[in-house]
């Protein structure tokens, strides 16, 4: 009886040390979140594919700003080449990806939702790195949850994945100056002063 009392107590030990060490692992927390984020987005997606706001999607098609990105990534795929160059980088984003799967918005909305969710979990590792777990879990939780952010998922609109370069480059940052590393600052500013700038900024 004792040695089965034993062996109890000692599976009960192993269970919580491996959830202890589940939660000080900052990349399976971030993996949970994305994962997470990626669920509540295709919900999202799923209950909303008609969507009408009067401004950039009318029963789910782009309109407007949201029909000029996917009308030059399609046309960039097609090889009939860059038609504008104001904020450049969204099309290209695009196009690359429909090189290889076609153009479609299913394309475009599943890399919006990919990338948000991504964002989600970058959030939670830079306020981790900058303050702790549990404001880095609620800053993750606040962007996984926003209601802006669901919505801006199903527009093909150039918010989405440029704050994703943004913020990644933001760790990316954090990360250089914790290692100290001039190569990994120098990518991630380029990225800073690049990506984000074509994508959200550039007049």
């Known amino acids: 009886m004792q040695k089965k009392g034993n062996k109890k107590k000692e599976t009960k030990i192993k269970e919580k040390s ?18 997470l984020a990626l669920i509540v987005r295709l919900a999202y997606y799923y209950s909303n594919k008609k969507l009408s706001d009067g401004n950039y999607s009318i029963l789910g ?6 029909q000029m990105w996917e009308m030059i ?3 960039l795929s097609e090889g009939k080449g860059l038609s504008i160059s104001y904020r450049p980088f969204y099309s290209m984003f695009l196009s690359f990806f429909y090189t290889w799967f076609g ?9 919006n939702m990919m990338a948000n969710a991504l964002t989600v ?11 702790n777990k549990i ?11 926003s209601a802006e952010m669901l919505y801006y998922n199903l527009l093909t609109m150039t918010e989405i994945v440029g704050l994703f370069f943004l913020v990644m480059s933001i760790y990316f940052i954090i990360i250089g100056i914790e290692r100290k590393s001039g ?7 380029l990225i ?4 984000p700038t074509m994508l959200l900024f550039a007049p």
């Open 103 to 111: 153009p479609s918005l299913g394309v475009a909305k599943t890399l």
């Open 61 to 66: 098609i782009p309109f407007s700003d949201a």
């Open 135 to 145: 404001i880095g879990f609620i800053a993750a939780l606040t962007i996984l949850f």
């Open 121 to 131: 979990s970058f959030v939670y590792m830079i306020g981790e790195k900058c303050f």
């Open 192 to 195: 800073f002063a690049g990506i």
């Open 18 to 35: 491996i959830f202890i060490k589940w939660i000080h692992n900052t990349f399976l927390i971030a993996a949970f979140l994305f994962i």
């Open 73 to 75: 990534g399609s046309n």
């Open 183 to 189: 190569l990994l600052l120098f990518i991630s500013g």
